[in-house]
């Protein structure tokens, strides 16, 4: 099928570019950006050369499905026109992600484009709502955070085995908050040097929040997500704190063994997402669309330790919305992502 | 007075030298290294060139002040007949700060070669400690992690503010494994990585509870430690997640602000611990012995987030080491250790 | 066609088995690494998890072609009787590189265990040598440091076009050094630090200066080659400097742009290495095996400076390695390989 | 004496703070920085909050000795009329580094505004110029490469005893391009990268040439300088290389032995340029004013091989500025310098 991406300048837009490349059935036949309209993507992007395309200033409409990688606000505004036509559209921003138009209002600043499009948009994290995606027209793609958090906590969550107070702590390479240019990501600021950000409430926590809910059926999460920066360009290590409900998991070992059990066995055939034996690195996940979940019991006292590792760009943005790309159109979920990472 | 430094030849005892170079009191007159005795500290450490010593396979015993650079066991082998000739000693090493010598035992698989000598030794987290510093023969100088964790914790937990679960997780360089080689700190395998490590449990976790046990005659804390690695050479980021005691802060804004006030006032008049009014970074420490303590409510559910920046060899390790030294000679605490961090 | 690698546990042989896995006609079936013999590959490399095999302590025989990623000396004690059985072999170690036992000799410290060999082996810079490559049985895969240099150089020393008097700088990642541990990979050692080394003569220089007399059939360069060590993992950028011969070139912006357009025909067609227009960076090549090369002309005085981007571990190792395969076995040069590099 | 700050906020301004901190003499009394007026040195750069300073719009005029860290043509604007009150300056920008006000204009492509003061700025390479340095109101400090290229080739220069066609081939950390955000400073773009750039000619090219030929009164030399950016935060290596003139130098381990020899007794008695045994690695100066030269020879050609290590922010701007400045006010040269640099 013929696809189109807007905003191809940003990373989620130049990964998009690099991994569609070889997708057995997509053919990428439009791509816009703004600042660099006029130009042959090779030009902007050297290593993107033999894919023959020129940026654009709007889109070529004769697409089947497009990827909006524009900043929310702007993305809504680039692609309800196309969803009301029909075509087919992942949503890389956060633009259709929460539910509700006033909490969208609250955390974005701005009143939403088309909040009747918000309910009708499914989030798509993929292993979660396979259905849906599948039948969807509109996919809100998931933010780079909650796909790492969601994924080490659903098992857990989804079978109602822990209690509802859970510490988010995320580190986070630098090309998660984009290509545009402010002092955070200055090398000289970022290189030797790790912080916490969004401690006053990250734009992320209310998407987690609702997800989980979502999961539930209930509203009495008690989330703190803490993103943390640290210097390296790809990758998201999540680790979540909670505790397992009373009599959920045995004590010492057997809990543990019975934990990655539990989720093996939620997991089982699942092609990107892989319950590893022993703590994993987000080196593991480098270039590719996998994310690692490991879980795990503190032996001393017994909470639970759930961690996950993805590449950022990939399963936390570009690769993702092309596993949803997939789903929408009957292909086999890892066509054009069934690569290996990149070690060392 | 004259300082010897046995094993200089690992990160905590070349940040020894280093810093005592420009120590206004403190002379450094032997050193010791078993793989480069005879080798002039120059032909090493290139950088070092200026002081003119040799390093010895054993200490000249006349010295005033000793530090020990050693790993356990190593190290307790060597500072024992030291402190009985009543030599003043700061021992890096984890030898002398666990209390209890079965725990010790437990956690180094070691018998530790002086129990005796365990309860003599002073926990030389300076700022908690002062007086019983002062007074002291043997110092036990804390790990890295527990230093930066329990800077961040001490004021609410002394004054009985917090319910004793709490998590603590960790992001530290990889100076912190010290200079052996291992897989662990190949640069291909740490650069563009991020793992947490030690979650069968970490050595230095019996080392906080036992001091938060001490803060509070309690035994009740149920502490879950996570310690990641990040690629970077100096530096830990702390962030510690605990409930406040019911009616111990208000709400909102007002509870923030209060926070901050008892943490400055906790530390207030402190030379190196420093309450930030904004999220700090590790790389406002880089080189310097400050801990930069930030602590911060989740306006959404009232969650405490402490954190706390330190360098892993200055503060965590050699400056305290050097703090622990002027007040055991009635110096001024900051004597050799006024630099600003170096910035970027 | 079934392949073996031989030593698939340092970082040759890694990448190596990551680039075979989506190889359209390559089957790996058999892998050795001694020090972890009996581990399937997952267990030392998770991502590489969907690779079923186990590392063996040898070869299975039954295999196509072989890899060897053993380093020098032990990888001919490996090869040789593979060789003579007529099993065709692509040594990455720098065994088959040197024409002259005697020059193997004084370089590697140890006589050649098959010195008629030596002749008969191919000198697989696929660029230069396709056509021997394709009819070999056995080709000796360039070092990184040569691939990056004579891809730079050559279009200007075949056609007689420059002084034989060339300064080589070249900056690598520290992959280049391989997975054993040194104290010139230890992460706090190299990171943040830029140093020079082989200046006493590194092994690649008799290798560069062998492949350009053989260019020229003359043996009269004087080639200073100074290699540097950067704190990156992968990449290598080379910068030769040399005069043009008179009036192999009109000066000004004229000579630029016939220096461009001279490269541009000599590398016509040519898969893999890409003639920039502007100047390039390691990061265009990242993951990938490119060659990128950017000659120019110092516009003040006429000197040439010719550069080149590679990935080491691909265009320096294992990618060319199966670009070797490829033409030994009548495949298509790109099979396997034609995938873009990973920006950023 | 009192001291004044232009433009505090940008690397060399902010390093500046930092090593006047504990200047024995020197009393930092005004600091400017337009984007930033009305803030305390603190707030915008936590690390110096010790220094109690309001970053002003404009200087306070009672100062002895002025800094200017604005880029150049700003920096002329803003110190020429403190020149011309008598006020002692040292200026970090390239406004007074150029004696010919039209090579000044073809390379900054701006008129000059103080021509007259040309000749009467003293080019602040202090180890080359200590005497004039001394008795000078303005001092030139020189630009980062130059102070690595000039000081790794000024003893061969000046006794005549190399060739006039050198190649520069430089390496410098990150920091050296400034604080201002540039798509040339993104971490994501600058990681895992290495890059030549200004291979049309860079502004440090004339600055070079000049003081070669007033080393040697002699205009005919052929100099390419190619600067490369690699990923760190601070130093730069640079590796020049040159013919010795016929009979300068001995063959073989005597030559190389002679040149060390003639470089220590050239920088005999030299606080901050060491000459170094074994080839040296930018670390070994990192925070400190050092440079490390070491010079050698390639054994199988005998052509020179000539480097040197410096951080640039420190030897290479802020550093050497003090170091200016001791010189110019009868202090003791290391005089608030006097510290090993930071390891690892």
Redesign the interface.
């Known amino acids: 099928m013929k696809v189109g991406i807007i905003n191809v300048t940003g990373?989620a837009g130049?990964e998009l570019a690099?991994l569609l490349?070889?997708h057995p059935e997509a053919e990428l036949v439009s791509i816009t950006g703004r600042s660099e309209a006029g130009k042959k993507l090779g030009e902007v992007?050297?290593?993107?050369?033999?894919i023959d395309l020129t940026i654009q200033a709007e889109l070529d409409r004769s697409t089947d499905i497009v990827f909006s990688a524009l900043p929310q606000v702007a993305s809504a505004q680039a692609v309800v026109p196309l969803v009301r036509e029909g075509v087919k559209v992942v949503d890389i921003s956060a633009d259709f992600r929460l539910k509700d138009g006033q909490v969208y209002e609250r955390w974005y600043k701005a009143v939403h484009p088309a909040p009747d499009l918000l309910e009708e948009a499914v989030y798509g994290l993929t292993e979660l709502n396979r259905g849906e995606v599948a039948l969807a027209t509109l996919v809100a793609n998931p933010g780079c955070y909650p796909t790492g958090a969601l994924l080490a906590l659903a098992p857990l969550v989804k079978q109602g085995l822990v209690e509802h107070d859970i510490?988010i702590?995320s580190?986070s390479?630098?090309?998660g908050g984009g290509?545009s240019?402010?002092?955070e990501?200055?090398?000289?600021?970022?290189?030797?040097?790790?912080?916490?950000?969004g401690?006053?409430?990250h734009r992320h926590?209310p998407e987690i929040t609702q997800e989980l809910e979502r999961m539930t059926g209930q509203a009495d999460f008690?989330?703190?997500f803490?993103p943390?920066l640290?210097?390296?360009?790809?990758?998201i290590?999540t680790?979540c704190?909670a505790w397992p409900k009373a009599g959920s998991l045995p004590a010492g070992k057997k809990g543990q063994e019975e934990l990655l059990s539990l989720y093996r066995d939620f997991y089982k055939g699942e092609p990107f997402v892989?319950v590893?034996s022993a703590?994993?690195?987000?080196?593991?996940?480098?270039?590719?669309n996998?994310c690692?979940v490991y879980p795990?019991v503190?032996?001393?006292?017994g909470?639970l330790?759930l961690?996950s590792?993805i590449d950022n760009l990939v399963k936390g943005a570009a690769g993702q919305a092309i596993q949803n790309m997939n789903l929408m159109f009957g292909l086999p979920e890892k066509a054009g992502l069934?690569?290996?990472?990149?070690?060392?």
């Open positions: 990373y130049v690099r490349r070889h992007f050297p290593h993107l050369a033999e510490v702590d580190k390479g630098v090309s290509r240019l402010t002092m990501n200055h090398y000289s600021e970022v290189n030797e040097n790790v912080r916490a950000y401690l006053e409430g926590l008690r989330i703190t803490v943390h640290i210097p390296m360009t790809r990758g290590f680790a704190y892989k590893a703590p994993a690195q987000t080196k593991q996940t480098w270039g590719n996998d690692i795990s503190d032996k001393y006292n909470r330790v961690t590792c069934d690569y290996p990472a990149i070690f060392p």
